[in-house]
């Protein structure tokens, strides 16, 4: 008999003292239920993503002396844990110390020796190195260790004994990313399985959330523990962290898997909470079942608890929000009342001659229905004074004395209006309001950039930048049925054509709307930005070409045909997006608020670019050629 506790609990990035706190009470916890191994998730004194604090030798230190504490606290219980081990005595390629990030495994006041290692613990062995993931920029790997001892990877491979009961436990000691070796040449848990006798394995994890993950990980670990026979357990943290531009919620969802891939036990996502199981060779218990993640009601739950804790972070605790009468203001309105509470949050409508009275009731109506602070402030005449004084201030030429006068375009004078609405109200409003104002753009509008650097561009926090405009519609249904069980977001609201209202052109009333047309452009961005194997207008043409681009892409059938009734039309509005992708969105994206990450790619520093504007490939020019010839 083994009495096993999964630690789950809401790790702080930069905060070991914290974390150590909460380590701490739960070690207690565990003592009082007779629990013989408590394990914790990876990093879970220092946290994860910390950016460039890993090179404070300061912040190591007190990581190692609070690592200190939980081996002492090991005294009558066994304790596995992650946390960063430094190896002062040696210096990485860069010259600073080397770092690894490391599986300690602790028991009546000491560190247990790794059997392989010339550590006493055990060392990360596969690096992940895509999406917010840096970790080779940091820590050096159980790899390329081996290649310093000059020895095979697999040779440093061992598990850790435990001696509970009297009874030999032989634990396969797994960091993350070890459990997810299907595209690496090594293969950490087959390796274990294939060389010695475990009797379980142990992966400790510091996982963000993004939409799905949870589904593929227990086909993944659940298959890993039938076929191999034996028991599985996970452990992940919950709380937010971020990389400076991209927020990430950490849902733990910890979970056992029996030896025939059932699972016996599972951490609820986004609490914290200790896990307690008795794991047994001659007991099975009981499987429970775990439904698959709904994508609405995931996405809220993902953006409700983010929003909370970086509000919390933050110390803000109330929040303004510019409001349109449109469906994505509308969302985020509802997500910050149901957060917040109505008294906290103030909703501002900012009419200029361009919005109609169709949108300003249902702003009005919208705030009614939440029953929180509403206020309107007109722009029409801000807007007119700047144009005026742009148009009237002689632009002088020093050099002679020549002067000119500037003339503002149509186009000029929509960002006018939407920089006066954030730069000047929403920011001023805020301030007096006692908080922040939001960013309230879907992706799509974000892939292209179709915002105003300045102006609704601006906020401290982009929560919905992660959603295409399909899920933020779905997200407006559910509010209304299963948050606030009544219609606070109108259906009108929903119904009405998607418009910035900033011109004649933009006329609801009259149907007209934004140029994107988000049931097919929505799929056409993804590709560019979702796909593991990235989209590029080759791949678009070609599919195009051969008539199967819905299929890929995952736009309803019938779209393409429909809105581009000619290949001149289709390619032109491919290069139009393109163009805007890859050329001034990606400055605009650089500028851009923090967002709040769902998808498997989210802006920021996840999908990672670089200012070098649009590009065609020769094949592209010739697919190109042949289509329009």
Known sequence: MLNIALGQFEVKPGRPDLNTQKMLSMIHEAKEKNIDLIIFPEMSIPGYLLGD???????????????????????TIYIMFGNIAVDWAKFNNDG????????FTAYQGKLLPHPKLPYDFGIKAL??????????????????????LNCPAEDLLAPIELHINGKIQK?????????????????????????????????ISSSPYTLGKNNKRNRVFAKQAKENKIPLLY????????????????DGSSTVYAADGNIIAYGKPYEESLICIN???????????????QETAAIFEALTYGIRKFLQNIHMEKVVLGISGGIDSAVAAALYVNILGPKNVLLINMPSIYNSNTTKDLSSKLAKNLGCNYAILPIQEVVDYSIKQFETTPVINLADSSASNLHVSSFVAENIQARDRSARILAGMAASFGGGFTCNANKAETTVGYSTLYGDQSGFLAALADLWKNQV???????NQEVFHKEVIPQATIDIVPSAELSHNQAVDEGKGDPIKYPYHDYLFRSFVERWKKATPEDILQWYKENRLEKEIGCKAGLVKKYFPTPQEFIEDLERWWNLYSGIAVAKRIQAPPILAISRRAYGFDHRESQNGPYYTVKYKKLKQELLN
Not at 473 to 479: D, I, R, S, T
């Open 171 to 203: 634990v396969g000691t797994l960091i993350c990313e070890d459990g997810w070796s299907d595209d690496y040449q090594l293969a950490p848990l087959e390796i274990l399985h294939k060389k010695y006798d475990i009797d379980f394995f142990v992966n």
């Open 53 to 75: 604090t890993w090179e404070q030798s300061s912040f190591l230190k007190d990581c190692e002396y609070h690592g200190q504490q939980i081996i002492q606290a090991s005294d």
């Open 96 to 103: 600073r110390v080397r770092k690894y990030n490391a599986f």
């Open 127 to 148: 690096m992940p190195n895509y999406r917010e993931f840096d970790d080779t920029r940091h820590f050096f790997s159980l790899q390329k260790l081996a290649a310093e």
């Open 279 to 293: 794991l047994a060779k001659n007991s099975q218990p009981l499987p429970i079942s775990i439904q698959e993640e």
């Open 473 to 479: 519609y779905a997200l407006a249904y559910y509010l």
């Open 235 to 250: 452990v992940n943290n919950t709380g937010i962290q971020n990389n400076g531009k991209t927020i990430y919620t950490f």
